[in-house]
């Protein structure tokens, strides 16, 4: 079946332009996470969705990052007015409330 | 504050030989911890977890201890081939709560011919 897909896979931008990064889950699973990847780093938690209770966004790291999930399905994750720190890879996981994740291609954004 | 730790430096081994990469840990009392696996460019790949009462879980090659009172957790990787060349992560989760994982930085690992 199908696993979990991000788009765009690539993302340039200019520094102070806002971006959509897109997340489609695994279709069933209630659990959704972001996380943010910095070059030769761990994973840094940005935000965890579960069914329809309230997100949980203790890891957004400023106010200019926001997200939602439409539906019990799609997110979007929206960096507004981009930084050139905000370059990363973004990922993606979708999990069925058991334990193991399943990660997207993640999408990898350049402020310049 | 709570901290994982992996070794930074990368693991160079000969192919066939066990390769073993280490996870500690610090302030943290986890339910379970998971290992993954990381290609480049791509994302992570569950491969085992192991629960605070589980001392030992194998799969196949793979094997994983877990010391909660060293705070440790080790991945073996026996009969080790250059396919198995990729970035391993060792995430940690709460008890208590949901699945929020907390990541560690990874360890390369290359498997040479």
């Known amino acids: 079946g199908a696993g979990v897909s991000q788009s765009p896979s690539n993302k340039v931008t200019e520094k102070g332009k806002d971006v959509e990064l897109r997340c489609d889950p695994i279709?069933?699973?209630?659990?959704l996470y972001w996380y943010r990847q910095s070059l030769g780093q761990g994973l840094e938690f940005l935000i965890y969705?579960?069914?329809?209770?309230?997100?949980?966004k203790s890891g957004l790291p400023s106010d200019r990052f926001s997200a939602e999930r439409t539906g019990g399905s799609v997110s979007t994750l929206t960096i507004q007015r981009t930084q050139q720190e905000d370059s990363a890879v973004y990922l993606c996981?979708?999990?069925?409330?058991?334990?193991?994740?399943?990660f997207g291609p993640g999408t990898r954004l350049t402020v310049l | 504050s709570q901290k994982i730790e992996q070794n930074s430096e990368a693991l160079n081994i000969q192919e066939g030989k066990t390769a073993t990469l280490t996870c500690n840990y610090t302030?943290?009392?986890?339910?379970?911890l998971q290992w993954y696996r990381q290609d480049p460019g791509r994302g992570p790949v569950f491969l085992l977890l192991?629960?605070?009462?589980?001392k030992e879980k194998r799969k196949e090659r793979l094997k994983v201890t877990f010391d909660t009172t060293l705070k440790q957790s080790l991945f073996h990787i026996t009969a080790s081939q250059p396919a198995d060349s990729a970035t391993y992560l060792c995430?940690?989760?709460?008890?208590?709560?949901?699945?929020?994982?907390?990541f560690g930085a990874g360890t390369r690992l290359a498997v040479h011919p």
């Open positions: 995430a940690l989760v709460g008890s208590g709560g949901y699945n929020k994982l907390i």
């Open positions: 192991i629960r605070e009462n589980e």
């Open positions: 969705f579960q069914g329809n209770s309230a997100p949980d």
């Open positions: 279709s069933g699973h209630t659990a």
């Open positions: 996981a979708s999990s069925p409330l058991g334990d193991e994740q399943f």
């Open positions: 302030n943290y009392s986890p339910a379970y």
